[in-house]
């Protein structure tokens, strides 16, 4: 296999992840077929071993490829991929759309359990700390005119669901999707809005304040439904 370009000098990896991804869209390939080898990728872009293979660990993360002992790597397989897929963009966006909208769907069935716990185990205060997380981030959400910040306020509702696996787990699914997000998915940031994420998340505070489980959760559902709605 040739390709348009070599690439001359060491890169960083997040370079290589985005050659890949040139090759993955200029190749056609399709999901669930095998990349091309370590050697013959080595050889074509003129990276070591270490950082192709750092680059094949973010495309792990992001759920774009997946290993096979002693096989090598493959683009993952999307079900209902003909149904999936938009014909007029690239394939690497329509694998990392899905993977972000699996990721949101982790993500809600977390959280929603999350408000269940923080009913249970909160303490007034924890809510009080909360609330006073929250009036912070709308004063943020203004002076940027964006809503940067929103994730530290999801953090801080799995920190206060007294869970330490929940917490801990929560932040690996965020910091995948923030990563993601900021690297190509930008437009799922741009869908969000100041005013629907400040009254969706009063929503949510002020059913916490009454110990209202079942409201709580449904709030937080809605709240990362919208998202997943977009994804589809």
């Known amino acids: 296999m040739t390709f348009s370009t070599r690439i001359s000098r060491p890169l960083l990896y997040q370079e290589v992840v985005n050659a890949l991804y040139n090759i993955i869209d200029e190749q056609q390939i399709q999901p669930g077929a095998q990349l091309p080898s370590e050697r013959e990728l080595i050889e074509q872009l003129g990276v070591s071993r270490n950082v192709l293979r750092e680059a094949f660990h973010v495309l792990e993360q992001r759920g774009i490829i997946v290993s096979q002992q002693g096989r090598g790597?493959?683009?993952?397989?999307?079900?209902?991929?003909s149904e999936q897929r938009n014909k007029y963009v690239q394939m690497s966006k329509n694998l990392e759309r899905y993977s972000l909208r699996e990721a949101y769907e982790v993500r809600q069935v977390l959280e929603e359990k999350a408000m269940e716990l923080i009913v249970r185990n909160a303490t007034d205060q924890d809510i009080e700390e909360i609330e006073e997380a929250y009036q912070k981030m709308v004063e943020k959400f203004y002076e940027s005119k964006t809503t940067i910040g929103e994730f530290e306020l999801h953090r801080l509702y799995a920190k206060k669901t007294g869970s330490?696996?929940?917490e801990q787990t929560l932040d690996i699914v965020l910091s995948t999707i923030?990563?993601?997000m900021h690297s190509t998915s930008h437009d799922v940031l741009d869908m969000h809005n100041i005013e629907g994420e400040e009254k969706d998340h009063r929503n949510i505070i002020d059913a916490l304040k009454k110990r209202d489980k079942e409201k709580a959760k449904k709030y937080m559902f809605d709240h990362i439904q919208q998202t997943i709605d977009y994804l589809k």
């Open 178 to 180: 923030r990563e993601m």
């Open 164 to 166: 330490m696996f929940m």
């Open 73 to 81: 790597r493959f683009l993952r397989s999307i079900p209902e991929m």
